[in-house]
């Protein structure tokens, strides 16, 4: 059985995505923004993909905009409404147990004045639509709350929290790298203004993603990257076609059933004295274990070579705790026993 047991950090690219992709690597090279039939072919190729997108997620195609990642999509969604408001500042509300990405991008923000409210989670995980409510004042100028919680698998009422933003008009941004193909998503329904999404953790290439933004046309958000007019002017750049088909082949192939390692390892985990953090409501893909003690942890280690994270692969290389698992409540000594496992994704219907 394969090793890999670190789907949340990345997939690999799947069979389909690579076969895409491959003439817009090699064959159909043009510029998808220039005059000419070759360039039109390529930007007909994108439109494809952004459709398949649109539609996993109940939005207009426009509405899509590539971006690099979902870091870059969190990046220009959070910065991108503050610096509308440079001269005024304002207050945004997140929690503490978001993407690194998103926590250093509002750390920055503070740090020009900004003010921001990180909630802190229930020891599940789980970040209550009352604390939101409680942490919205006059000047709020955005919520932005994550979608699946990339180490512990739980997942947050964003259809809650997003009707709570509606009603107190203030815009909601939902970072889904972790939700987006795996969970069913309808911007309306959930009354979501802006949702962040990943290639490579859905078995698309790496370096591709994209930010959602209701009325793309009209957005006053403020580009990260000016440039030429690419995705309506809010983000310029060359659209890289490969990377784009890629990422829509992804949406378009995205698995809807388990795979054989989801059994495997469900089977193997029972040998061991665990508990699962992360409260009830979780992904059946990410597992978040705290084990027994540091004899059990020695065993389990050693008895299963499995490529995995102790908690994110963004904190493996420091030996701090992670901050999800100290904001749950786990001591140094639990997050020290704890390790997240996690399956090749699937779409999970709802
Ligand atoms: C992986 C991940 C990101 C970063 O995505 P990139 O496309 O690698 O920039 C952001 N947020 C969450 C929740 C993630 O899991």
Excluded at 179 to 192: A, E, Q
Excluded at 264 to 284: A, L, S, T
Aim: glycine fraction near 8%.
């Amino acid at each position: 059985m394969n090793k890999y047991f670190d789907y949340a950090a990345s997939t690999p690219v799947s069979f389909e995505v690579i076969e895409a992709m491959e003439a817009w690597l090699r064959e159909s090279f043009a510029n998808p923004s220039a005059a000419h039939v070759e360039a039109e072919n390529a930007s007909n190729a994108i439109q494809v993909a952004r459709e398949s997108i649109a539609e996993r997620i109940g939005s207009m195609p426009s509405e899509v905009i590539f971006t690099s990642g979902a870091s870059e999509a969190n990046n220009m969604a959070i910065k991108g409404i503050a610096f509308s408001h440079l001269n005024d500042k304002g207050h945004i509300i997140t929690s503490s147990i978001e993407h690194k990405c998103i926590i250093n991008t509002c750390a920055f923000l503070e740090s020009i004045g900004f003010e921001v409210t990180y909630l802190e989670p229930e020891h599940t995980g789980l970040i209550t639509t009352e604390s939101v409510a409680a942490a919205i004042r006059e000047d709020t100028l955005l919520i932005t709350i994550h979608h699946v919680n990339n180490e512990l698998g739980c997942i947050q009422p964003i259809a809650e929290i997003g009707d709570l933003a509606f009603s107190s008009d203030i815009p909601f941004h939902t970072d889904s790298a972790q939700g987006f193909c795996k969970l069913d998503i309808d911007v309306d329904d959930m009354n979501i203004d802006m949702l962040s999404l990943s290639g490579h953790k859905i078995f698309g290439p790496k370096g591709i993603g994209a930010l959602y933004v209701r009325n793309a046309r009209d957005s006053e958000l403020v580009p990260l990257i000016h440039g030429g007019g690419q995705e309506l002017g809010l983000r310029g750049g060359t659209s890289p076609t490969p990377l784009i088909v890629g990422l829509g082949a992804a949406v378009d192939h995205f698995p809807t059933t388990p795979s054989q390692q989801h059994s495997y390892f469900e089977r193997v985990i029972e040998r061991y004295n665990y508990k699962r953090n992360g409260g009830d409501n979780v992904v059946p893909t990410i597992w978040n274990v705290t084990f027994k003690d540091d004899a059990e942890v020695q065993r389990f280690t050693s008895e299963q070579a499995w490529l995995i994270s102790q908690g994110s692969a963004c904190n493996a290389l420091s030996n701090m705790p992670s901050h999800v698992l100290t904001a749950i409540g786990l001591s140094d000594d639990e997050a020290r026993r704890t390790y997240r496992v996690s399956l090749p994704p699937f779409h999970v219907k709802g």
